[in-house]
């Protein structure tokens, strides 16, 4: 029987879970997943903890606790959270000593609404860690303008950072020079960079989501012959910047006091557009150093039917970039592009947030009845 799963880790690709409850810790699944699906890592959002916490039997226990002592939504998404990524950081541990800090990771995000706020940014990363307790947790924090001093402070004070919502190449190459940043000022300021891990998410499948809408506006057979390209173009030529990075003596100095690069992840891997096949932003993206974290249904799909053959990734940026400058011709801008898709995804975390908020409001004022 083949393991296709096991096909894509031997690639290089780190498979990480993009999902995150109760019910999957307590139940084993997400042990299993570990075990039988070659799954290295968890990245969660309010989203992901919104939908967790909406089943009520999972929470039930601690939600009535937390009512009882009167505490505040903002108060009880914290305690719930963190402990929740506390305990997957344990399960992971393992994979994280075996890895040497590489994967094992669990993600927890700051508040959407601190992605514009740098000092926020930064007490909140802060005050996550310190909670978590777990040197495998990530702290995400969105690739704002705002965001890389944040990032960078953080990684600064000790603290391993998913730099998230990175859509253009332009911005990415800053993220990276917020880690590199990072790197050097946390080693003068004396902390062991070789506990240090830092990802960055290259977000996949909202880019042809958009670019595809914008080529059936044009209509032409040219325009129809670009649909689903944009977004694999733009993740390759990513990887193609993260090459150039990190074969700089600039690096070189970090790696050699004991640093590990920041690895590309490739986020929003599932398909939007049902007319594609769902392991497309998986089989196109594979290469040797990058993360790919994927729905449960993604990951499925991947073990059913996909098609590992290798590294799709290197080899031919000038393609990648004529499918970029084909755009451009055909009238939609890539900066366009990228900056529409960064505002939205700020609008989309506020808004799943709310969600949050709303769903632990809900379940302690049943709770207190």
Do not use: C
């Not at 810790?25 to 959002?45: E, K």
């Amino acid at each position: 029987m083949t393991d296709r799963l096991k096909d894509l880790a031997d690639a290089g690709v780190s498979i990480w879970l993009d999902d995150l409850s109760r019910q999957r810790l307590t139940s084993g699944n997400l042990a299993t997943l570990i075990h039988d699906q070659h799954v290295s890592g968890v990245t969660t959002n309010p989203t992901i903890f919104a939908k967790a916490i909406s089943d009520k039997n999972a929470y039930a226990e601690q939600v009535a606790t937390l009512a009882a002592e009167n505490v505040s939504t903002d108060q009880a998404i914290r305690v719930i959270t963190t402990d929740d990524v506390r305990d997957a950081a344990d399960l992971f541990k393992p994979v994280y000593d075996d890895t040497d800090g590489v994967d094992g990771r669990v993600s927890i995000e700051v508040e959407p609404g601190l992605a514009r706020d740098t000092e926020k940014t930064i007490a909140q990363a802060k005050e996550l860690w310190e909670t978590v307790g777990r040197e495998n947790v990530f702290i995400k924090i969105p690739a704002t303008q705002a965001g890389l001093s944040a990032i960078t402070e953080t990684l600064a004070a000790g603290i391993s950072v998913n730099v998230t919502l990175i859509f253009s190449l332009e911005r990415y190459r800053a993220v990276a020079d917020a880690f590199l940043s990072g790197l050097e000022k946390a080693l003068d300021n004396g902390h062991d960079v070789t506990k240090l891990g830092s990802v960055a998410s290259f977000f996949v499948s909202r880019v042809d989501s958009e670019v595809d809408k914008r080529l059936d506006a044009i209509g032409t057979d040219e325009a129809k012959a670009l649909k689903g390209k944009a977004a694999i173009a733009n993740a390759r030529l990513a990887f193609e910047a993260y090459e150039e990075i990190f074969a700089t003596d600039r690096w070189r100095a970090l790696e050699t006091a004991g640093a590990k690069p920041q690895r590309p992840l490739w986020a929003s891997t599932g398909v939007k557009d049902p007319a594609y096949k769902s392991t497309m932003y998986v089989e196109e993206l594979v290469t040797s150093g990058v993360v790919n974290t994927m729905p449960a249904a993604t990951i499925e799909a991947v073990a059913e039917s996909a098609e590992i053959t290798g590294d799709t990734v290197r080899g031919d940026y000038d393609a990648d970039r004529k499918v970029i400058a084909d755009l451009e011709k055909l009238g939609i801008s890539y900066d366009e592009v990228v900056q529409v898709l960064e505002d939205e995804g700020l609008s989309k975390f506020d808004a799943s947030w709310s969600e949050l908020q709303e769903t632990v409001t809900a379940a302690l004022k049943a709770a207190a009845k």
